[in-house]
């Protein structure tokens, strides 16, 4: 089986962004990470764009093909009201969508308190650096 870990806007910077708040890992780090976790029955679809046009597609794209999701919508979380009714379809479709976040935006600005996509994701995971990844997929990939 498969699981889609999609990231949005500027995470494609990590490592270098930001460290003192997203740590100094990139995204081949978690995949990395992610991969040792899944073992070899699953297989870790990681991407990211900075398109929210892409994102919204490939939300599309796990719902035709059943995929369980695990979701970082970047800035999107605050503002994206076309993600969060893709993040929706995949959601009503039964199949589990988790919300992460490698910082705890409730503990940083005013606008990231908010979520357009929480409610209707299966469930959040946030503050607890790639851990937040790591424990997503032990609630959509029970297994791994
Ligand atoms: C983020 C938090 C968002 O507020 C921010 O815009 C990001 C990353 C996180 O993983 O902590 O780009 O989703």
């Known amino acids: ?3 889609l870990v ?7 910077r990590l490592g270098s962004r930001e460290p003192d708040v997203y740590g100094n890992q990139d995204l081949s780090a978690l995949r990395t990470l992610l991969a040792a976790q899944a073992g070899a029955s699953i297989e ?7 398109d929210e046009a892409e ?15 695990i979701l970082n919508p970047a800035a999107f979380t605050h503002y994206s009201y076309a993600l ?14 988790v919300e992460v976040h490698i910082s705890n935006p409730h503990a940083r600005e005013e606008f990231r308190h908010n979520s357009v996509i929480s409610a209707v994701a299966t469930g959040v995971i946030a503050g607890f650096g790639f851990d937040s990844y790591l ?7 029970p297994s791994a």
């Open 1 to 3: 089986s498969r699981v």
């Open 6 to 12: 999609l990231n949005g806007p500027n995470l494609g």
């Open 44 to 50: 870790i679809d990681l991407r990211q764009t900075d």
């Open 55 to 69: 994102l919204i597609h490939w939300l599309h794209e796990a719902v035709d093909a059943t995929t369980p999701v």
């Open 84 to 97: 969060r009714d893709a993040a929706a379809l995949v959601t009503k479709a039964g199949i589990p969508l």
């Open 135 to 141: 424990l997503a997929l032990r609630v959509v990939a």
